[in-house]
Each structure stands twice: as C-alpha cells, then as structure tokens.
C-alpha cells in the first residue's frame, strides 16, 4: 500500500551523500517554462504560454507559482554567461539546449561540475605526477611530460555527460543538481590511453576494477576525504577511447576542467571522468571510493515508487553506460518566427552513452507524426551525431517541437523520466521545446 508518507519521503530527505547529491540549489520549476529563454531572447517574459509538463495548472494557462529563484547566470573567467549556475558551492553550471549549437563545444560553453573545492592552479603543468598503483607489477609515478613522451597521444572527440544529466525532468525532485539537458558537451580531448599507461604498470591478473583520485580537495575542507572518487570494471578501463588527457580542442586543459590532467571515460557517467588526476589505483575488488555505493550512480533493476526512500543496496545497480538522448540546439525554446513562417530548419545533436544513435525524429502534434531528422556521421566512436531537418508547420501560432532518438537496440527517449531514483540517474525524456510563429 502507498501512503503520502512514502511518497514525500524521497524527496524531502537531506543527507550528505556526495556525488551529484549535494548541491543545496533550491529547485526551480525552470524547465516548465519559457520564461527563462525568452528573457535570454530579450522577450518579455509571459510572451508565450507556459510549456508545462507536469503542471496541469500551468497547462490551462492559470497562473503559476512563481519560482523562488529563476536561473542565474554563470560569471566566471572564460565562460559564456549564458550557461546557468545550478549551484556555487560546488561550483555547478549547465549549458542551456541552445547554446550546444556548435559541433564541438568550445570550452566557453562546456559544462561545469565539482563536488568539492577546486584545488590551487599549478604553475609547472609538465611536472604534475600521476600515480599507477594497486594490483599492478610496477606501480608508476609518471609525470605530464613523460606521459607526453613515453605513450602515443590520440585525440578523440567525445561525449563528457554528467550521471545526473535531465535530472530536473523527475517527479517528485530528485536529490541534487537540477540539470535539464545541458549537463553534457562533446570536446576534442588528446591525451594518452589509460590502457597503455596501465599495461606498462603491467596488470595482475587479480587486476580487476579501477579507482581514481584527484587533488580537489572535499567541500568540507576534511583532509581524510575525497572529493569524489569512482571507479569502474578494469574491462571499461582498457577501451581504446579511455583516455588520459592533457588538452581539450587543441588547448593546455583548462584549470577548471581538470588540468593539467584528467581522465575522459566516455559513454559512462562523467564523475567517472577524474579532473586534477592523480591516482589510479587498481584493484581486485569494486572501489569503495566517495561516490560509489549506497543511491550514488546507482539506479534499481526493479523500479520503485517514485519519492520513496531506499538505500540502494538491494535491486540497484552501478549505472554504467548513459541512456540514448537527444536535443535540439536550434532554434532556442521560446522562439519567436515571423507570421506565415511555414518552413522551419532545425539543428541539434543526439548521443547514446556505449551505444550508437540509429535515428533521430522529431514532431509538432505532441507525438501524432514523426518526422526522420539527417544524421551527420560522426567522428569517432563516442562522438554525438549532429542532425539537421526541416519541419512544415500547418500554421502561425504555438507549437511544442518534440525531439526523440533512437538508440542501435532500438530504445528510445521515453516522453517522461523513467525509472525513479534518489539521487536521479538516467533520465533522459525526449527534449520539448516551444515555438511561437507571429
Ligand atoms: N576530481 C574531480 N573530478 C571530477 C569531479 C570532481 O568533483 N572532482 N566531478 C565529476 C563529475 S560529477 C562530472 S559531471 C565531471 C564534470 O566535468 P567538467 O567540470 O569538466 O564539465 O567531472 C567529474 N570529475
Ligand atoms: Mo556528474
């Protein structure tokens, strides 16, 4: 039997579980609205009809509840202002649907995700030292340089997305950050294969799961914790795409992104994707690290009620490859189209985690006709596909533009978050956007 109890649960409860839980930004019914896109537009806020999903109220056009706090811009050395803060301490920012417009996102317009402080920018980049350590033959302290001369180097454009990426779109709220889609970009990183490193360390056969460290140091300034620090079977570990990287787009890795050095590990959660790189211990057993066990990167193999409390130590699982999803960059939510616009082109891009996007559609009816988008090919494995299409709107007025993919298995964006969880992993509904033409 449900009760209110249950399903208030969840969602009121506090805790000091790291990883994407710990943000203490106050929920914003943001995602619902235009209001914020066509502020950013320079429209009058109100213009347009609220695009509501789960506010039938909203809906109807009555009013809603004003959000205590709409979204914040995001002020910091080198990066666009049009990504939104999700919190300050630590320091969080997505980038709105929108603003991945570009085929490899610059750096000004990459998401930011820390679950700690940010550590002290070093001066002798070249010098900073990795260590391999655990259940290898040779344990290793590499420094940057000979990172840069004892391994050949690749560069791969790929996906970095954060576990909690359309955390936002889950009823009841999900413990922690409220990213709608925009916590995830596609760079090009260049660096050296954590495969290659870790078979000159040369991996016992006890080798069996990695754990990554990194020099932030955690929120509460303890010294005895870690930021976060996951880990993953040694399997994922020796894909050829694992990289250890010291660039993004062809610059020195910026300080905020993890440099001098980070991990990429692509199609899995981004907190995976160790910054300030320092430590990689190999182990024999699954890594206990901050950040793993309990609801952290976990999802249930068996669903449960949505708002209802579990530990996650029964029927939940370490998710491990992201879930197909899609979005559409152009035009921006809450755009404004001259009368008797009836062509409208749009742009966007689509990923799927370990998977590969087989098509991307798009619709005007709130799903009654699908129409098939182009897909570019992507670069490499991991890259995000590109996709432009046209659409033919029947008339002027208010249309929602949904955009759906489709993953190689044949698994789709489902139209609302699925499979509840605590600390909200995975949810990837297809992307809503509202246009108005005259
Ligand atoms: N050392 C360290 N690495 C980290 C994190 C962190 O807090 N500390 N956050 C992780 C998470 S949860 C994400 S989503 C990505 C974000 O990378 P970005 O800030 O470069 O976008 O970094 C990951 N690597
Ligand atoms: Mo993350």
């Given at each position: ?30 995602r619902l609205?235009l ?13 347009l009809p609220?695009l509501s999903v789960t506010?039938?109220?909203?809906a ?37 649907e929108n ?67 359309g955390?936002?779109f ?11 889609n ?142 197909v999803r899609s979005i559409i960059s152009a035009p921006a939510n809450g755009a404004?189209l001259?009368?008797?616009t009836r062509e409208v082109a749009l742009r966007g891009a689509a ?6 996007v087989a098509k991307v559609e798009v619709s005007f009816d709130a799903g009654q006709r699908w129409h098939a988008m182009t897909l ?9 596909v590109?996709w432009t299409g046209k659409i033919t709107l029947p008339s002027d007025g208010y249309f929602e533009l949904w955009a759906r993919a489709t993953d190689?298995?044949g698994v789709a964006q489902p139209h609302v978050a699925t ?9 990837n509904p297809l992307h809503r956007i509202a246009v108005l033409v005259?």
């Open positions: 039997m449900l009760n209110e109890a249950d399903l208030r649960d969840g969602a009121a409860a506090t805790d000091a579980v790291p990883a994407e839980g710990n943000s203490d930004t106050p929920r914003t019914s943001r609205l209001g914020g896109s066509l502020a950013a537009l320079g429209l009058a806020a109100g213009g609220r506010s039938p109220a909203a109807q056009g009555a009013p809603a509840a004003a959000p205590a706090k709409g979204p914040q811009p995001f002020d910091y050395p080198g990066k666009d202002k049009g990504l939104t803060l999700l919190g300050d301490r630590p320091l969080v920012a997505e980038t709105p603003l991945l417009d570009d085929d490899t996102t610059p750096i000004s317009k990459f998401f930011v995700r820390n679950n700690g402080q940010i550590p002290e920018p070093v001066k002798d980049v070249d010098g900073w030292q990795l260590k391999i350590e655990g259940e290898v033959d040779k344990p290793l302290t590499l420094t940057v340089k000979e990172l840069k001369s004892r391994f050949t180097p690749h560069t791969f454009r790929m996906v970095l997305e954060c576990g909690g990426n955390r936002s889950y009823t009841p709220a999900a413990r922690g950050n409220q990213w709608t925009g916590g995830a970009g596609c760079a090009e990183w260049t660096g050296v294969r954590l495969a290659d490193v870790l078979k000159a360390a040369g991996l016992k056969s006890s080798a069996k799961f990695t754990g990554h460290y990194g020099a932030d140091p955690h929120l509460s300034g303890d010294t005895a914790k870690d930021a976060v620090s996951r880990g993953m079977p040694i399997e994922k570990a020796l894909e050829p795409h694992c990289l250890i990287v010291w660039a993004m787009n062809g610059e020195p890795l910026p300080h905020i992104h993890g440099g001098p050095l980070r991990l990429v590990v692509p199609g899995w959660p981004a907190s995976l994707s160790s910054k300030w790189l320092n430590r990689i211990l190999v182990r024999a057993t699954p890594h206990d690290g901050q950040g793993m066990g309990g609801t952290s990167y976990r999802v249930p193999t068996v669903p449960i009620v949505p708002g209802s409390n579990a530990d996650g130590k029964t029927n939940f699982t370490d998710l491990t490859s992201m879930p404004r001259p009368a008797a990923w799927a985690g370990d998977h590969e570019a090919k992507p670069k490499n494995r991991y890259d995000w590109r190689s298995r499979n509840w969880n605590p600390q909200g992993y995975g949810s005259g």
